[in-house]
C-alpha cells in the first residue's frame, strides 16, 4: 500500500504561478498528476516515467506546466505557470501500476487527497 500526500496549493492570481508536491510513503512507479474542477470529471494532466525521462501533458497545459520527480525523495511535483481561471481544480497525485504512463485512471491504484488550487483576480 502506498500513502500519497499532495501539499502547495492556494490562491493565485491569473498569470501567477504555483508548485506543487506529492510525498509518497513508498516507491512508486510511473505517476501522474489529475485534476478535477467544480462540476467535472477529474482529468488528466501530466504523466512521467518511473526513470523521468517519459513525460506528457495535456494540450491545455503544454508549456505552462512541468511534471517532475525526485526518486531518492520519493517525491513527485507539478510546476504550473501562467495560471489561467480554467485551471482551477483540486489536483491529486497518483501512482501506476506500471512504470511507463499512462492517462488511464484505471491504471492508477494509488491516489492522494488533493490540494485546491484556485486561480481568480
Known amino acids: 500500500q502506498v500513502q500519497l500526500v499532495e501539499s502547495g496549493g492556494g490562491v493565485v492570481q491569473p498569470g501567477g504561478s504555483l508548485s506543487l508536491s506529492c510525498a509518497a510513503s513508498a516507491t512508486t512507479l510511473a505517476m501522474g498528476w489529475f485534476r478535477q474542477a467544480p462540476g467535472k470529471e477529474r482529468e488528466p494532466v501530466a504523466i512521467?516515467?518511473?526513470?523521468?525521462?517519459?513525460?506528457k501533458y495535456v494540450d491545455s497545459v503544454k508549456g505552462r506546466f512541468t511534471i517532475s520527480r525526485n526518486n531518492d525523495r520519493k517525491a513527485l511535483y507539478l510546476q504550473m505557470n501562467s495560471l489561467k481561471p480554467e485551471d482551477t481544480a483540486v489536483y491529486s497525485c497518483?501512482?501506476?501500476?506500471?512504470?511507463?504512463?499512462?492517462?488511464?485512471?484505471?491504471?492508477?491504484?494509488?491516489w492522494g487527497q488533493g490540494t485546491q488550487v484556485t486561480v481568480s483576480s
Open positions: 512521467i516515467s518511473f526513470t523521468g525521462t517519459t513525460k
Open positions: 497518483a501512482a501506476a501500476k506500471g512504470v511507463n504512463p499512462t492517462y488511464s485512471q484505471r491504471e492508477y491504484p494509488y
